[in-house]
C-alpha cells in the first residue's frame, strides 16, 4: 500500500509552524516526557484497536504486523517503528490489564493488595494472575513469543518477579528468594497455563 505508506510517513513529520501560533506550545513541560503529537496518538489507537479485532476473530498466532497495519489504515513503516514487532504490539494491547494488576498490588485491598500476610498475597497474586491469562491468554503468549528469554526480559516479568521475591522475603524465604520466585512464576507462564487448559482440559482451580 505504497499511498497509505507516504501519507503515513508524511503525517508523522514534525511541523513547522508558519503562522502566529505560540512556538513553545508542543514544548515538553520541564521534567516531564514530550507529549505525543495527535496524530501519532490517533494511528497508535487505530493500530491497538485493529490488533484487538484480529487478535479476537483469529487468534494471535494468524495475525501478522502487515495484516494489522491494513486494518488500521496505516503503512507497514508507521506501525513497526511504533511498535517494532509482534510481541510488543501484545504488550500494548495488554498495558491496561497490567497497570490494574499493579494498582491492585500496590493500593487495592488485602490480599492481593498491601495488609495480609505475605503467603496469602502470593496465594492471591497467583489467582489474579490466572484470571488475566483466562481473559487474554492468547495475547499474553503472543507478547512473550520471540527469541529465547522474551519473556524473562519484559518488564512485565520483571515487575512480577520483584513482587513475587519481596513477598517470599516477607515470608521468611530469603535465602532461597529468587530461585522460588522463579519456580512459581515458571508454573504461572502462560504456554504452560493454557496448554494445560485445552490440551490436558484441566479448570482454572
Not at 521475591?165 to 532461597?176: G, T
Request: hydrophobic share 45%; glycine share 10%.
Amino acid at each position: 500500500m505504497p499511498a497509505v505508506e507516504s501519507e503515513s510517513v508524511a503525517a508523522e513529520e514534525p511541523r513547522q509552524d508558519h503562522g502566529g501560533g505560540d512556538p513553545t506550545r508542543d514544548l515538553p513541560l520541564a521534567g516531564q516526557p514530550p507529549r505525543e503529537r495527535r496524530d501519532a496518538a490517533r494511528n497508535r489507537e487505530a493500530i491497538l484497536a485493529a490488533a484487538q479485532r484480529l487478535f479476537e476473530r483469529e487468534g494471535p498466532g494468524a495475525v501478522s504486523m502487515d495484516r494489522v497495519a491494513e486494518e488500521a489504515g496505516v503503512g507497514k513503516g508507521t506501525i513497526y517503528r511504533r511498535f517494532g514487532d509482534r510481541a510488543s504490539l501484545a504488550t500494548a494491547l495488554l498495558d491496561a490489564s497490567e497497570r490494574d494488576l499493579q494498582e491492585s498490588l500496590i493500593r487495592g485491598p488485602a490480599p492481593l493488595g498491601p495488609g495480609a500476610p505475605a503467603v496469602e498475597r502470593l496465594i492471591a497474586f497467583g489467582h489474579a494472575w490466572l484470571d488475566v491469562l483466562v481473559r487474554h491468554g492468547d495475547i499474553v503468549l503472543a507478547s512473550e513469543h520471540g527469541p529465547v528469554g522474551t519473556r524473562f526480559r519484559s518488564a512485565v516479568y520483571a515487575s512480577h518477579r520483584a513482587h513475587v521475591v519481596l513477598l517470599l522475603r516477607e515470608a521468611r524465604a530469603a535465602a532461597a528468594a529468587d530461585d522460588l520466585a522463579a519456580a512459581l512464576l515458571a508454573a504461572l507462564g502462560s504456554e504452560l497455563v493454557l496448554f494445560l487448559r485445552t490440551d490436558r482440559g484441566l479448570d482454572v482451580d
